[in-house]
């Protein structure tokens, strides 16, 4: 460390700062040399004095202290700070990454998860005194969430994340929590006759919670978005209590064959190859379908039963894997680009009672033409 650089370290120390760390040895400059490492040597016995990492640990100066041996958490927490972020997921918590900035009057976090599955994490941030907001980067939707605790050590989120997920989260400084959020989640089973068949249980906010986020505009509710049925009682930071009953969802449906596939002309697959069952085209047995590069459209017309449009009920399709970038449409409605798991895509506005038009345009990576172009003989153009 450079003799200006501990000066300051030292000017901080004496107005009041805590500086955690072993004391500089030498200047990795040769400027004032060899002087600069006396003076260096001067100001580590006077800021470090006793301290050896073992047996003296703290060394006080001015209205600050320098502490060498204790790790930064056991110094943080006993200066009575609590952790900026924290993850109490401890078998994935060390697989959770966030940033934090301050912008204008906004507290950002950035999470990142690092689980090749989606999970639910249960995070802890250091902001008081502000209400929660989730930024997605896949959509740009901003979500109001109302589903958090407001504690003395600072907010904590349950955050849904998919594979390899990040979002942002922010909060507005002085805001304050709303006194409308979520702190507590019950549920029953399906009543009958308004006679709970099972006993309430606490739902915890690491585990099955559902999605819910607040309604924007004045006197608005909550967007609620539940995947089991049951009655629900949720609890607000006012004291309120509220309940809704959800029944049994109408099921899924699979979209069996069969499909067809059709490719552009002149990259050497057929114009058309129709499939029985749906495959990755890397699977077929024609070495023209097999070995294609490029942007080919899966489609099929399939009926959907009314019992599956019901009202407040959303649907969802669900492309399975993808390999690697898909493009949906239903009903020559643009469902957007897929481009990472889950390959999931809201379609309850796109969808119809009856006959529906599905297409899907998937890519896959140039790599798949050159494996075919291993098996062509040397004197294949």
């Not at 349950?158 to 979520?182: E, I, K």
């Not at 009958?192 to 249980?201: A, D, K, L, W």
């Not at 986020?213 to 006197?219: I, L, T």
Request: hydrophobic share 35%.
């Amino acid at each position: 460390m450079t003799p200006p650089l501990l000066a300051k370290v030292k000017e901080l120390v004496m107005a009041g700062a805590t500086v955690v760390g072993p004391p500089p040895s030498r200047s990795p400059s040769l400027n004032e040399y060899p002087s600069c490492d006396d003076e260096l040597r001067q100001m580590t016995a006077e800021l470090w004095g006793d301290c050896d990492g073992i047996h003296v640990v703290e060394n006080r100066l001015g209205e600050g202290k320098v502490i060498w041996g204790n790790q930064l958490p056991e110094v943080l927490e006993g200066l009575g700070l609590s952790p900026d972020f924290a993850c109490y997921m401890e078998e994935v918590g060390a697989q959770i990454r966030y940033i934090h900035r301050k912008i204008d009057d906004k507290e950002v976090y950035f999470v990142a998860s690092g689980c090749p599955e989606a999970r639910r994490f249960r995070c802890t941030f250091r902001a008081k005194n502000s209400s929660p907001e989730l930024w997605w980067l896949d959509t740009g939707r901003i979500e109001p969430t109302a589903l958090y605790e407001a504690t003395e050590s600072g907010t904590t989120i349950p955050l849904n994340l998919g594979p390899y997920g990040s979002v942002f989260v922010v909060f507005r400084t002085g805001t304050g929590p709303s006194a409308d959020r979520v702190v507590s989640v019950r549920r029953f089973s399906v009543e009958i006759s308004g006679i709970p068949s099972t006993p309430m249980h606490e739902l915890q906010l690491d585990k099955e919670c559902p999605s819910i986020e607040m309604e924007r505009g004045q006197g608005a509710g909550y967007l609620v978005e539940i995947t089991q049925p049951g009655t629900y009682h949720l609890k607000t930071g006012s004291g309120h209590e509220l309940k809704m009953a959800v029944p049994p969802l109408p099921g899924s449906l699979e979209i069996a064959g069969p499909w067809e596939l059709a490719f552009p002309k002149g990259w050497g697959a057929p114009a058309q190859v129709t499939i029985e069952r749906l495959i990755s085209w890397t699977d077929h047995s024609d070495a023209g379908v097999r070995d294609f590069s490029g942007t080919a459209t899966y489609r099929r017309r399939f009926n959907l039963p009314a019992r599956l449009l019901v009202q407040d009920v959303r649907l969802y399709l669900d492309l399975g894997e993808v390999l690697v970038i898909a493009q949906a449409r239903l009903n020559g409605r643009d469902l957007g680009v897929l481009w990472k798991p889950p390959f999931q895509v809201d379609i309850t506005e796109a969808a119809i009672a009856g006959a529906n038009s599905l297409e899907v345009d998937v890519v896959n990576v140039w790599p798949n033409r050159l494996v075919g172009n291993d098996h062509l003989p040397p004197d294949c153009e």
